[in-house]
């Protein structure tokens, strides 16, 4: 089936918007019209935040041993303004070839990811997105309109003595002031860092970096934050440098290597299946959370189509970025509300080209300054023989791909020339459900308010990839939080069910 988001576009086929994906749920509900069922939980979103929360209460006991009244599950209800699962992680399959539309590479170091890949046995189904026996073996560094090349050795020389001039602030490469990449509980220095922006930093080393390490370093930083320099808080790539075993290797391998080979939706469809197997789970897309009241004894979520439904426990696994859509009753804490409010800096555009140029399956290369899409490599061969390029953009230079094709083509154009024959996109910053791309933090938002972000308001849990303390922002972070939202409402809810049991 296909869902309403993403775009594909052909020279035959024009610009179309839909693509075909497996995560599509039709019917898009399996609640029963008459029902006045009040849920143990109601799982707000289907990302994997929201996946892995629905999936752990449906099919796990509460947390009381020799319970003689216990079941196994608890009776959840998921809801989702999307046509389908996944969130910002969800793929489409062309032809034979799966396209990533957001969230993309994942690595066994993510031991959250990991956990549920060897779950649902999917071990055997990663893919390497990089192949440099292909062709063009070269990294192409477009610098003011001027085309340099260099091997993939001079690449990651250039790229290493870089990032390693940015992060050794301490002279131990970042690991100083970050010893434990999976905490909240920040070292002073790094409370110090997370004040200042990546800008700040460079400013204080440029004259130490040569004018190609610059170009790459400010691409690479570009990459992982879809900001600007001036907005990307330079302890969150920190964080990411330290998440990344605190060095470039590391950082290709966790960041940008490993995928799966049907798409991240074949991945997130076991978490909906395993939940639907249960017997546990209700769910209804197409259906756009517009308040959630918290101020009687169940708390009822309300639709945009007003629908009402009730639950003793709510999970919110919506993105920080559109918290502020829905009305909290009562309202949220102003700490809440703040962090909503600021957001997260991230306006990625990411763009697949599928093009007729076989060599350069083995390309890698940026273009800076303002070339709208900046960093780009070979992601993959489709079934017709094709090279599968992905390309990024963000906030600098920031476009609609959908508006002009003409001028999207041309920007792909400025990394490096192809004979392009599809190219396929989702516009994040459009989706009004995500009104993004993964979170990223301007200076000051996690020092001041992780916590905030992290916390309850009575009888909603909030999860989100956006706060977890790990792989925040990534699709690991999203499985980290799941599974801390889904035991908080599970610890809560046993002891009222046990009552007189005992
Ligand atoms: P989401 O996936 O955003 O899920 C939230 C859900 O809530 C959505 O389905 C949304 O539709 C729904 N929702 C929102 N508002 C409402 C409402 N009012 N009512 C009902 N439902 C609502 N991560 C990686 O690990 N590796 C990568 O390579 C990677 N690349 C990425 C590339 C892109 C372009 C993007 C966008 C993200 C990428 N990420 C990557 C990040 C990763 O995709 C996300 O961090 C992760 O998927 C977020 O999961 P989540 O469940 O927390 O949030």
Not at 6 to 24: D, H, M, N, R
Not at 367 to 384: I, M, S, W
Not at 448 to 469: E, P, Q, T, Y
Request: proline share 4%; net charge neutral.
């Amino acid at each position: 089936a296909s869902s309403r988001d993403g775009y594909s576009w052909t020279e035959k086929q024009g610009l179309k918007s839909g693509v075909p994906c497996i995560g599509t749920i039709q019917p898009p509900t399996n609640l029963d019209r008459a029902s006045t069922e009040v849920f143990d939980v109601i799982v707000v979103g289907a990302g994997y935040c929201g996946l892995t929360a629905a999936r752990d209460l449906t099919t796990s006991g509460i947390l009381v041993a020799d319970n003689p009244g216990s079941r196994l599950g608890l009776r959840t209800l998921l809801i989702e303004a999307r046509d389908r699962i996944g969130g910002r992680s969800w793929s489409s399959d062309i032809d034979g070839y799966s396209f990533e539309l957001g969230g993309t590479w994942i690595f066994w170091g993510q031991a959250n990811v990991w956990r549920e890949i060897l779950r649902y046995q999917m071990q055997d189904e990663l893919v390497s997105s990089y192949d440099f026996s292909k062709g063009l073996n070269k990294y192409i560094l477009v610098n003011t309109e001027r085309a340099q090349h260099f091997t993939h050795e001079e690449e990651d020389e250039m790229m290493e003595s870089g990032l390693r001039k940015l992060v050794n602030v301490d002279g131990e490469y970042g690991k100083r002031v970050i010893p434990f990449p999976h905490t909240a509980a920040f070292t002073a220095e790094a409370l110090r860092y997370d004040k200042m922006s990546v800008a700040d930093r460079l400013s204080e080393i440029k004259d130490s970096l040569t004018p190609n390490e610059l170009s790459g370093v400010e691409a690479f930083v570009l990459l992982c934050s879809g900001g600007t320099l001036e907005t990307t808080s330079f302890f969150e790539f920190l964080h990411w440098w330290a998440l990344s075993d605190y060095s470039y290797q590391g950082c290709i391998d966790y960041l940008v290597k490993y995928k799966f080979r049907g798409g991240q939706s074949s991945f997130a469809i076991r978490f909906f299946r395993e939940a639907l197997a249960s017997g546990n789970l209700s769910y209804a897309f197409n259906s756009p959370v517009a308040e959630i009241d918290d101020t009687k004894d169940f708390v009822t979520v309300s639709t945009r189509d007003g629908k009402q439904y009730r639950a003793k426990r709510v999970i919110s696994a919506i993105p920080l970025q559109v918290m502020n859509n829905v009305v909290f009753n009562p309202p949220l804490p102003s700490g809440k509300r703040t962090a909503a409010s600021i957001g997260h800096v991230n306006q990625c555009v990411k763009v697949h080209a599928e093009v007729r140029n076989k060599d350069l399956r083995s390309y890698t290369g940026i273009a800076r300054p303002e070339n709208g899409l900046f960093y780009a490599f070979g992601d993959g061969t489709t079934p017709a023989g094709n090279t599968h390029i992905v390309a990024f953009g963000g906030q600098n230079g920031h476009f609609d791909p959908e508006d002009n094709i003409g001028t999207t083509a041309r920007k792909l154009q400025g990394l490096v020339p192809m004979d392009i024959e599809r190219l396929v996109f989702h516009n994040w910053s459009k989706d009004e459900f995500a009104k993004g791309a993964w979170f990223f933090s301007q200076p000051g938002l996690l020092s001041n308010h992780l916590g905030d972000m992290r916390a309850r308001h009575g009888k909603v849990i909030f999860g989100s990839s956006d706060w977890a303390l790990g792989w925040r922002s990534f699709i690991d972070g999203a499985i980290e939080e799941g599974t801390r939202a889904a035991l908080t409402a599970r610890t809560d809810l046993a002891p009222s069910q046990l009552k007189g049991k005992l």
